[in-house]
């Protein structure tokens, strides 16, 4: 049953629990077949369930008047469309402000914003880091077009670190979805098969912030910050604190301007 074909979007229908009970077994015997798909789906909906968490209580609450004013003065059919967006817009919002809370926090307590990169940077680890063949969208054996490409559609010069030295080489990288843009990810492997990765984002503001500070996401460990105009994340569930430490100071010094 495990070679029936699954679509990504019956996977992502899985996830969010709303795939047709004649389907789930056929999605559950391939995933029991492909550990690294199985842990991405269960990525997913542990990030489902932290956003949940976070915003229930929102969805209770009533529509503010201004909205409700604004929706009353429209022909229904105007209406409908207008609260199917508004519905689209906070679960898009949801699914950004989830990871910037801590389960514990009151809803109204966010995170400072420059907590936000690492939860993310912890994110997109766990999501590919696990890939055996498909971890990067272009490989480190075509590294010029790699950093030309991210640092065109994030509109900043960009750098892939050489942290060989270290016994880490550059496999490749991949752009990714940001709160303000896009998102570049680069990845790199001992030859024991640790990972680690860089995750880069511009920064709507600039920032002269360059202190290293540290978070721990679950059993992944990031060193960030933030330097002018782009924040980066070194992320791994493989390395110890001091080990990450030792290979953020080598990224921030070959980024240095």
């Known amino acids: 049953m495990s070679d029936v074909a699954v679509t990504e979007a019956e996977l992502q229908a899985y996830a969010d629990g709303l795939l047709p009970a004649e389907r789930r077994a056929a999605v559950e015997a391939w995933l029991a077949a492909r ?143 940001g709160d303000n843009g896009p998102v570049a990810q680069f990845m790199y492997q001992s030859q024991n098969g640790r990972r680690l990765t860089l995750y880069v984002r511009t920064e709507a503001a600039r920032n002269r912030e360059t202190a290293f500070r540290y978070a721990r996401e679950n059993n992944i460990g990031v060193f960030y910050w933030i330097d002018r105009d782009a924040g980066y994340a070194l992320a791994s569930a493989d390395l110890s604190k001091d080990e990450l430490l030792r290979l953020a100071n080598l990224v921030y010094k070959q980024l240095e301007p």
């Open 35 to 177: 550990p690294d798909e199985a842990e991405r789906i269960a990525a997913y909906r542990r990030l489902a369930l932290e956003v949940r968490a976070a915003y229930d209580t929102m969805l209770s609450e009533p529509v503010p008047e201004r909205l409700a004013l604004v929706a009353s003065r429209r022909a229904p059919w105007r209406r409908r469309a207008v609260a199917a967006g508004w519905l689209v817009a906070g679960a898009a919002i949801g699914a950004v402000g989830g990871w910037q809370l801590k389960p514990d926090r009151p809803l109204a307590q966010s995170a400072p914003d420059s907590t936000v990169i690492a939860r993310r940077a912890a994110i997109a680890h766990a999501t590919y880091s696990p890939e055996v063949r498909h971890p990067v969208e272009v490989g480190a054996d075509d590294e010029q077009h790699l950093v030309a490409w991210l640092s065109k559609r994030l509109g900043v010069k960009l750098r892939a670190p050489k942290l060989d030295d270290a016994g880490m080489s550059l496999i490749g990288g991949r752009l990714l979805p």
